[in-house]
Every structure is written in C-alpha cells, then in structure tokens.
C-alpha cells in the first residue's frame, strides 16, 4: 500500500542517527511496531527523478537512501558504498550539479531532482577529460574510492573550472582513498581542468 | 610530477615504460564488477550479529522472534553452526596447516562462545533484503555472562590477570607450547661488556586498521554440491583450499571468484570468516545469500595491525659502532591469534649481538593480522627511533650512523643478490638535501613553529617461490594469459599483460588477460607479501618461452587449433638473500602552540629492482608513504578502559590521511637486475610504508627536540612533551 509522505518530516539529524531499519520505525504510521517489518507495510513513495539525462519513475520504500536506490533499483553499481554514513565520499554523485553523499540521503528527496552518477560521465561513447585524466595519471588503485572521487572532481570543476592544487584538496576532502593516490589524484584534476572539462 | 629514473639498466621494450592499466576504463566508467556489484536471482542479503561485550560467555541465544520476523529465512549461532576457521586463529599464527589444526588447542569458530572481542561474531541472519535481515538482528535476545577483560599485552601477562584461554594469555605456538619468538645472534651480554655506551627505552605503537575502502562482502552460491564464493580476496587459490579445509568438501568443489576489489592491505588475505558464514547461510537457506559488512562491522570484525610495547637496550663504541641489540616486545593479538605478531627491524643493523624476545598477547581487542608489511612499520618505528637517538647522543649525524651501521649482508653473513642501500641512502640524502634541511641542534629554530629533518631506512623481502601461468595464442594472434592473480589495486593483471608482452615480444594489446577466477586460473600465491609480480610474473615469462617453443616447433596455429605454452617454475636463490631496498627523508614543520605536524618535504628512494610500469609503482610508493604518515602522526583505535568498547571504529574515528594531509611524495628508483625474478623486479607494495613512520617521527624529533615514544604523535603527545 503506497503512502505518500512529506520528505520534510524525515529530518537529517533523526536519518544519520539511525540505520534505515531504525528510521523505517521513525517514520511508519504510529502503531506500527518495529516486529512488523514485512517490506508491504513500510510507507512508500512515488517519485520522479532525472538519472544520467533519464527521467524515471519509481515507487521508493521511504527508508530507501539514494544510494540504494542507485545501486539495487536502477542497477547503476559504479556508485560505492564506503562506509554508508557520510565519512567517505565513495557514494558521492551529482545532485542538481552539486556533489552529495548519496548514502546521505533518502531516496524520496531526489523527488523531482536531477541525478548524475559516475556511468552519467561517458557522453555518446566519450570519456569525460575527467576520465581520460584519471587514467593517464593513474588515479585509481583499487579504484573502490574512484566514481565518488570522479563526481567530487566534476562537481568542483562545474563551480571552479579553473582550481588550483589546493582548491583541489579543499574541494575533494571528503572523499577518501585509502590506497592513498591523493597526489595523482590531483594532478589528474589539474590537467583535466587545464584541458577543459567538459 | 617529478620523477627520475635510472638508465644503468638495459632498456626493454614494454617492461619499464609508464603504461595505463589495462582495465583503467573499467575503473573511471563504473562498469569494473566488484563483490557487492554482483546479484543472483532469488538472493537472499545477510547481517551479522556481534558481541557489544569485550568478554562473554553466552548462556542462551532465543531466534524464535528474529525468525519469526516475516521475510527471514536463515539464522546460525555457534548452536547450529560449528565450522572452524583455520585462517582466523590457529595456534602460532600458522593457520595454514591441517596438522596444526589437529592438535591446536587454541581454535577459532565462526561464532565463539565465550566472545572474545568488541565485534566476535554471535550469529548471522539472511532475510529477503537488508533492511529485514538488520530488522531480524534487534530481535535476537542473547543471555550474556559478563566476564572481566583486558586490552593491553604487558597488563594480559600478569599473573592475575583475566584468563582470555584457559591456558593463559600468552598465545600457544604451533605445538601449543606457551613461548615468545626468540631470535639470537652472538652473546648479548658480551655485546654490552664490549660497549662504551649503553641505552635504553620504551617505544609504543598504536592498533590501526587497514580500513580500506571496500567494506567486506560475499555472495555465495550453491548448485548441488558446488559452492560458488564471489568475494574480496587477495588470494584466490588459498581462499579456495582455506575454504575447503574448513567446510571439509573437496577444493574442486569451491570455486573462488574476485575479478575487482576495493584494497585489502593485508585484511582480505585468503578466506574470512565472512566467506564461511555467507556460504553456511547459504547452504542453509537453499538460496544464493550476499553478506555486507557495515562500515563498523569491518572495523571491528576484521583486524588491524598489531599494536606493541617495545623495550631496548643499545650497546654502542664510542665511535658509533654497534655492539649488541635486545628488543623485549609484547604484541597485542586480540582475543585469537591470526598472525605471528613479531617486531621486524632488528635485522636491518650489522650487529654481532643480537637478542630479540618477542610475545604475542590475547587481549580483548579486536584481532590483530597482516596490514602493510606486517611486523614491519611498528618495529621499524620503535627500533630507527632508538637508533637515532642514539646517534644523537653520540654527537652523530644520523645520516652518518645509518651508513655506519646498516645492514651490508643478511644477518651480517649471507649475501644480497644486490645492494644498493649505500646508494639510497648516499642519493637520498643529497637530493632531499640533507646537510640543509637538518638541523644539527634539534628544535633550535627560533620561534613558535619549528622545522626538521628525518630519516629512515629498509630492506624488505623479495623473495622467489612457485607459481603457475598458462598462455593460449589463437590462430588471430591473440594471446590469452591465464594467472591466478586478483587485483587488490597494485595493478596485477597490468603487469602480467607488460611481462607477457614483453616475454612474447608483441605489444600489450594483443594480450588478454583472465584473472581473479579459480575455475578458469591456476594457482598463484595472490597479492600478499609483495610477491605476485615476482613469483607469478616470473611464471607467465617461462609461459611464454614454452609458447615460443611450441611455436618454433609446430608454427602458428591455424583455423581453430590453438598452441598453449604453460609453466610451474619454482626457482630458488642458492644460498643468497633477495631484498628491496629504500630510504624515506622528510621534512616536518611543528607548530608547537597547536601541536600541529605538517609535513613539507618527503622523498622516497627504492630499489625494487627493474621497475615493471612505472606508473603504477610510482602510485604504490606515494601510497606506502602517506599511509605511514597517516600511521605516524594520528591513526588510533581507541578501546576505552573502563568497559573494552572500541571509540574511534570508523573512518572519522580512525583519522586516516585525507586530501588536505598528504603532501607531495617525490619518488626514485634506483634500478637494479639481480638476474632473478621477471627481468630483476623485486617487491615493492609493502617495503612503501615500511621505512615512513621512522621517517616522521624522527623527522618531528629533530624539529622539536623532544623523542615521541608514544604512536600516533597527536597534539596533545606533543603539547605535553614541550610543556
């Protein structure tokens, strides 16, 4: 049974405190109780979100966060989850053109919104300067923290198409990698943005 | 980007040339399949339950409401599920060995009762989706005798300390005596009579956490009698005989498979527990079963490096010559012992007397294993710090007393394959420049924020040992290597593509490479111990002279007919020792109102031999490094005292390097070809963050003029030692 919920009644502070089980029993209508946990009683919502240029329509469970949306719904896995509660930046895409930690937020406030993920980067068959960057300068290792690393670069270059190496380094702090590649990183960025990003 | 290279070597034609990964697309477009990317049909998704209590005996486990939650299908409990897991903890860190697992009286199940640890696994659900199976996990009532824990190795040996076993907390060793690990060279006492000066002091390390960036998954798969096992491994052929051995089914019938992963540093070793419930879960439920560990399940339920105390003693000349080295060490295995637990560094000096004890410890932590050259970077740490204080007090550059006193044959009497130490450390020193950046009188800058130099050292391991490679040449031309390598993030399958090439003399892109799956790969050793380029890299060059052979002999095929060349070369060093070789220069600026370390200048000198892909080795250096600085100046899992609960498991908490701390690493090799390995290349993963910490630290000391003693070197270490 499909509910429609106001967005505004999930706050952050209550989301990032809680996992999405504790939030399931947050938001369910009173009564419900945190036993009666089969996937038809929890609220859902319709939405309808642009993903990499496509506007699709769903009908989200409202503890859904848009990572899993991403990942387990729409099948675009290139999206990481690090650590599924803000600290990393593996599952950062664009949201509207501004990075964000998609494990941050609720699927339901992408509603109406425009989502660019890291498999939205390839336009008609062609790398991102991006892309073609990161691999020249070997950006990625294991290549675990590297969509999320990709998104936090497009996202900087959109408002700073021109950083400079810190800039880089202010921009991208929140995103991670533990293999440690942050100099190659970098310098990735830079000529990136030297060549023009698209 | 700078960068140098040495030309005393003869050039090849694709070995030694920066070269893109070949599957670098995969990793920028999203598409490269990692274990959590995979999803069967009918998957059912599962979530372990951990103990809150650092030590606990489990009087009762009630499921009935956990199962009766609609949409659970499967719980185990150590009441239902008793699978040992060799790889965890048997007896003297040799986990790999079935007639250890015999007699051990020491054995680690999946789920133990008593816990042990902050995170020892209790039971595990699998439910229609996560959100049920975490849902399931709050249901589950556990009926806990609390026990009285202990968190530090020294406190865990006193004799009224709690009991973590019942034979004690000093960890049995393989045939389950209750003994440290000794190493002795010489007459220690003799060293001391002979020496002008002699030192002593007290160096700690902190427990910290691989934490990289791929939490652990699984998915696991029955079809009859086969299990099929998508997960992060760094070994795929022993994670499929561990996890054989364990489930007590023939290997063939295990398939492994790892095409991507997301870093492992040591924790993704082999097989996991992880591994065996997922495939438990899964033979229970009659359905394909995806674990995900959450961020802090990994923190907790998958180990770190060993934490240490380390006690020496330094006889010296008067001139600088050492005499005797005693190390007393006592590492903190957690609640079961996975690793060895030694303290490396010792081995890196000429010394005629030496006197290493070292003891592994049970504590309530979680459990400690290989991270980054295991035994290494913390021995490294207490053992260059002790020496460069000494050199200090001798009046001595410590630049000087390394190149007095470092190692020149393996334990002062095999011979290196090659040495270059002199050459990193002489090179290092006068491009880093040295006699500049030092400061003679440490912490003698005026003013608030002080500068200084450090240095350290290493010779690391590369050894040879047996490998297998198979390559398939087509009548099209195309060349299929088949390694059994997965890619951990070194960049594995690259390299093989590069030597096979190279061996074949065609170029990379006519090379594909199958990797990561055991049903399709013979054995290789897997990304541990810096070895997969040496050992697997010199399997697909004697692979590729047998296809040669067979060329030469039968032609090119033709049609459909295919030639295959195959090797399983197992070679040996005749009585020499093979290491790497390196040394790290940094520069420090501490502001010594706020505490605050920054590094300003770091180079990296390495001899890993013949560089294979510049590119990537460059990557893996400047990673070692800023690891270690991480290491050195604020990782630190914190346990609090008072009740064993772990404080900083995330990586907030764990404070791992970020973008804004890492500072430039200049890179150099110095290029060697000792003749072994594929075209001279040593190890080079691990030997990166070995020598950094030392570095630092020392770096920090010679700012500041006060020895940190205590890792992570926080704020607060540093306020109060200047206070």
Redesign the interface.
Known sequence: MAKTKSKKKISRRKFLQGTGAALAVATAAPGVGAQNAATDSIPHTAIRVTVNGTQRRIEVEDRWTLVELLRDHFGLTGTKIGCDRGECGACTVLLDGKPIYSCSNLAVWADGRSVQTVEGLTQNGRLDALQQSFIEHDGPQCGFCTSGQLMSAKGLLIRNPRPTADEIRAGMTGNLCRCSNYNHYVEAVLAAAKGGSR | ?RQQQNTSIAPLKTVGHAT??ID??E????????T??I?LPGMLYARILRSPHPHARIRRIDVS?AL????VKTILTHENCQVVWGAGGISGGLQYNDDIKKITKHRRYVFNNPVRFVGDPVAAVAA?????A??AL??IQVDYEVLSFILEPEEALKPDAVKIWPEGNLSLNAQNQAQPMTTRRGNIEEGFRTSDLVFEDRYTTAFVH??????RSCVANWDGDKLTLYTPTQGISNCRSDTARDLGIPPEKVQIICQ????G?GNKNQNQDADLITAMLAKEAGAPVKLEF??KDDFIGVHGRWPTVQYYKVGVSRDGVLKGIQLRGYSGMGGYRKNTGTIGGIDIYQCPHIDSVVYPVYTNKTVSGNFRGPEYPQGFYGIESMMDDVAYKLKMDPVEFILKNMTRKSRDEVPYTNYSLEECIRRGAETFEWKKRWRPQPGSDPGPVKRGAGVAFMAFRSALGRSNAVIRLDAKGHYTVFVGVT?????AKTTMAMIAAEALGVPVSKIEVVWGDTDRCPYSVGESGSRTTIQTGYAVVQAAEALKRQIAEKGLPTGDNVLIGSASPNPTLEGKVRAAFGAHFVEVQVDTELGHVRVLKYLAVHDSGRIMNP??A???I???A??GI?MALHENLLYDRRNGQPLTA???GAR?????D?P??EVIFIESDDGYGPYGAKSIGESSKVPAVAAVANAVFNAIGRRMKDLPITRDKILGALA
Not at chain 2, 128 to 132: F, G, I, L, P
């Open positions: 980007m893109p990964r670098a697309i990793r920028v477009t999203g598409k490269a399949t990692y959590n990317d999803r409401k009766a939650l609609p949409g229609v989706n996560r959100h049920v975490d849902e709050r249901l691989n934490a990289q960036m791929e939490p991507y992963m997301g870093g540093f959450t961020r890619d951990v993030g070194a960049g590119l990537t460059r990557s893996q400047k990673g070692g800023t690891m991480g995330g990586f907030y791992l390097m970020t973008h804004r890492a430039e690493i």
